[in-house]
């Protein structure tokens, strides 16, 4: 018989090592995000072009141009996913990384890439997407800035 409850490596599980947790913490953080951010997109399509259906939205989302931007987010979780799923076990470096990129990425800005504009925009209009940056923040604040070396 199929255990019940099966063991994710998508989940924190205890002897995890602390990079693992760090990797976990922030998958979940950009998993809140991205839901965030899909409600606000879902409610501004459906205030636009009226009520959509779960299957609907699900093929907006992969091939509408107003979700486009948020398969970055997709993209990311997917490679932290990966890298927590693999055989080799996640190393400090791993969640070194993943942090510096997700610092980089998450940085909203008038000025900066396009995503980084779109995500400014959500901040400044969707208090839902606010209280989940705040989160993440928390992490980055956790998380010693990558070194540069000269």
Do not use: C
Not at 47 to 67: D, K, W, Y
Not at 110 to 122: N, P, T, V
């Amino acid at each position: 018989m199929a255990d019940p409850n099966p063991i994710s490596p998508l989940t924190p599980q205890p002897g995890d090592s602390p990079a693992r947790e760090k990797l976990i913490a922030l998958r979940n953080s950009l998993l809140r995000i991205h839901k965030s951010l899909l409600d606000m997109e879902r409610r501004d399509y459906e205030r636009a072009n009226g009520a959509v259906t779960a299957g609907e939205l699900f093929r907006l989302v992969i091939g509408h141009e107003q979700f486009a931007w948020l398969h970055n987010i997709s993209e990311f979780v997917v490679r932290i996913d990966e890298t927590l799923a693999g055989d080799v076990p996640v190393v400090p470096a791993d969640a070194a990384t993943a942090m510096t990129l997700a610092r980089k990425m998450f940085a909203p800005s008038e000025s900066g890439d396009a995503f980084q504009k779109k995500y400014y925009e959500a901040i400044q209009r969707e208090p839902d997407v606010v209280i989940e940056h705040a989160e993440l923040a928390r992490l980055f604040n956790a998380e010693p800035p990558e070194q540069s070396h000269p």
